[in-house]
């Protein structure tokens, strides 16, 4: 006997949480840059707050010390130097990047 295959719709993900990459919505979500910000130009302020030296030594905190060589893990390691900023440490950092 055979079974008939149910047809179960594709699970539904919100399109635009899709086409944003990691680095917008890590900006978007520290209040760096607006959300409404194009890609290109989002990935160059994400390229700027990771030159910063504040975020660079929270980031080295994150990463034990160790090399991370893989791409991914350094926008991990920046978003979780950010997450690990004050309001006021972001406030500042926010103002730095705006004089760049």
Do not use: C, W
Not at 63 to 84: D, I, R, S
Request: aromatic share 4%; hydrophobic share 40%.
């Amino acid at each position: 006997m055979k079974h008939r295959k149910q047809n179960k719709p594709a699970p539904q993900t919100h399109p635009s949480a899709l086409a944003v990459p990691s680095y917008h919505r890590i900006l978007v979500k520290h209040g760096l840059i607006e959300k409404s910000l194009p890609i290109p130009d989002a990935y160059e302020m994400f390229l700027k707050v990771g030159a910063d030296p504040e975020v660079q030594k929270l980031r080295n905190k994150v990463a034990h010390g160790h090399k991370m060589k893989h791409v991914p893990a350094l926008y991990l390691a920046t978003a979780m130097a950010l997450q690990g900023m004050t309001k006021q440490e972001l406030e500042a950092l926010k103002l730095r990047m705006e004089e760049k």
